[in-house]
Nanobody
Framework: QVQLVESGGGLVQAGGSLRLSCAAS????????MGWFRQAPGKEREFVAG????????LYAESVKGRFTLSRDNAKNTVYLQMNSLKPEDTAAYYC??????????????WGQGTQVTVSS
Protein backbone atom coordinates (compact mmCIF):
# COMPACT_ATOMS: atom_id res chain seq x y z
CA GLN A 1 0.00 0.00 0.00
CA VAL A 2 0.99 3.61 -0.42
CA GLN A 3 3.19 4.95 2.35
CA LEU A 4 4.49 8.46 2.78
CA VAL A 5 6.89 8.90 5.69
CA GLU A 6 7.92 12.42 6.62
CA SER A 7 11.01 13.32 8.59
CA GLY A 8 13.11 16.36 9.42
CA GLY A 9 10.72 18.39 11.52
CA GLY A 10 11.73 19.95 14.80
CA LEU A 11 12.23 23.11 16.78
CA VAL A 12 14.19 25.98 15.23
CA GLN A 13 14.66 29.67 15.95
CA ALA A 14 13.22 32.29 13.66
CA GLY A 15 15.53 32.82 10.71
CA GLY A 16 16.75 29.26 10.83
CA SER A 17 16.39 26.40 8.37
CA LEU A 18 15.01 22.89 8.24
CA ARG A 19 14.81 20.30 5.51
CA LEU A 20 11.83 18.01 5.43
CA SER A 21 12.00 14.69 3.62
CA CYS A 22 9.21 12.41 2.47
CA ALA A 23 10.07 8.82 1.61
CA ALA A 24 7.46 7.21 -0.60
CA SER A 25 6.67 3.57 -1.27
CA UNK A 26 3.90 1.41 -2.63
CA UNK A 27 3.45 3.20 -5.95
CA UNK A 28 5.42 4.26 -9.02
CA UNK A 29 6.90 7.43 -7.59
CA UNK A 30 7.96 8.91 -10.92
CA UNK A 31 4.34 8.80 -12.14
CA UNK A 32 2.98 10.89 -9.28
CA UNK A 33 2.91 14.55 -8.42
CA MET A 34 4.08 15.26 -4.88
CA GLY A 35 3.48 18.10 -2.48
CA TRP A 36 3.35 19.48 1.02
CA PHE A 37 0.53 20.90 3.07
CA ARG A 38 0.61 22.32 6.57
CA GLN A 39 -1.86 22.82 9.34
CA ALA A 40 -1.45 25.07 12.35
CA PRO A 41 -3.61 24.65 15.47
CA GLY A 42 -7.06 26.11 14.93
CA LYS A 43 -6.43 26.75 11.25
CA GLU A 44 -7.37 24.99 8.04
CA ARG A 45 -4.92 22.82 6.21
CA GLU A 46 -3.13 24.89 3.56
CA PHE A 47 -1.15 24.14 0.43
CA VAL A 48 2.58 24.84 0.77
CA ALA A 49 4.17 23.57 -2.44
CA GLY A 50 3.74 20.97 -5.15
CA UNK A 51 5.91 19.41 -7.83
CA UNK A 52 4.98 17.56 -10.99
CA UNK A 53 6.00 13.98 -11.61
CA UNK A 54 8.97 15.06 -13.71
CA UNK A 55 9.97 17.93 -11.47
CA UNK A 56 9.59 20.38 -14.33
CA UNK A 57 6.71 22.26 -12.71
CA UNK A 58 6.79 23.54 -9.15
CA LEU A 59 4.22 25.73 -7.45
CA TYR A 60 4.58 27.51 -4.12
CA ALA A 61 2.14 29.25 -1.84
CA GLU A 62 2.76 32.99 -1.80
CA SER A 63 3.53 32.81 1.92
CA VAL A 64 6.60 30.60 1.34
CA LYS A 65 7.77 31.72 -2.09
CA GLY A 66 11.44 32.69 -2.05
CA ARG A 67 12.05 30.93 1.28
CA PHE A 68 11.09 27.30 0.62
CA THR A 69 12.44 25.06 -2.13
CA LEU A 70 10.76 21.85 -3.20
CA SER A 71 12.64 19.12 -5.03
CA ARG A 72 12.37 15.44 -5.76
CA ASP A 73 14.73 12.56 -6.38
CA ASN A 74 12.92 9.95 -8.45
CA ALA A 75 15.81 7.52 -8.01
CA LYS A 76 15.34 7.64 -4.23
CA ASN A 77 11.54 7.92 -4.20
CA THR A 78 11.93 10.97 -2.01
CA VAL A 79 10.73 14.55 -2.05
CA TYR A 80 12.42 17.32 -0.10
CA LEU A 81 11.23 20.65 1.24
CA GLN A 82 14.09 22.98 2.11
CA MET A 83 12.78 25.68 4.42
CA ASN A 84 14.92 28.77 4.97
CA SER A 85 14.32 32.06 6.79
CA LEU A 86 11.70 30.37 8.91
CA LYS A 87 9.15 32.51 10.71
CA PRO A 88 6.99 31.78 13.76
CA GLU A 89 3.97 31.72 11.44
CA ASP A 90 5.49 28.70 9.68
CA THR A 91 4.82 26.67 12.83
CA ALA A 92 2.54 23.80 11.86
CA ALA A 93 2.28 20.10 11.21
CA TYR A 94 3.60 19.48 7.69
CA TYR A 95 2.08 16.73 5.57
CA CYS A 96 3.50 15.07 2.49
CA UNK A 97 0.97 14.30 -0.26
CA UNK A 98 0.93 12.30 -3.47
CA UNK A 99 -1.46 11.95 -6.37
CA UNK A 100 -1.44 11.27 -10.08
CA UNK A 101 -2.94 14.73 -10.47
CA UNK A 102 -1.71 18.05 -9.16
CA UNK A 103 -3.97 20.10 -6.92
CA UNK A 104 -3.64 23.23 -4.83
CA UNK A 105 -6.69 22.12 -2.87
CA UNK A 106 -6.65 19.30 -0.32
CA UNK A 107 -7.95 16.82 -2.92
CA UNK A 108 -4.72 14.79 -2.96
CA UNK A 109 -5.34 11.06 -2.55
CA UNK A 110 -2.44 10.03 -0.36
CA TRP A 111 -1.25 11.74 2.84
CA GLY A 112 1.58 11.10 5.25
CA GLN A 113 1.19 11.18 9.01
CA GLY A 114 2.79 14.59 9.36
CA THR A 115 5.87 16.06 10.98
CA GLN A 116 5.83 18.99 13.38
CA VAL A 117 7.74 22.17 12.67
CA THR A 118 7.97 24.71 15.46
CA VAL A 119 9.64 28.08 14.94
CA SER A 120 10.39 30.10 18.04
CA SER A 121 10.62 33.88 18.02
Amino acid sequence: QVQLVESGGGLVQAGGSLRLSCAASGFTFSDFAMGWFRQAPGKEREFVAGISWSGSSILYAESVKGRFTLSRDNAKNTVYLQMNSLKPEDTAAYYCVADQYFYTSAAWTHWGQGTQVTVSS
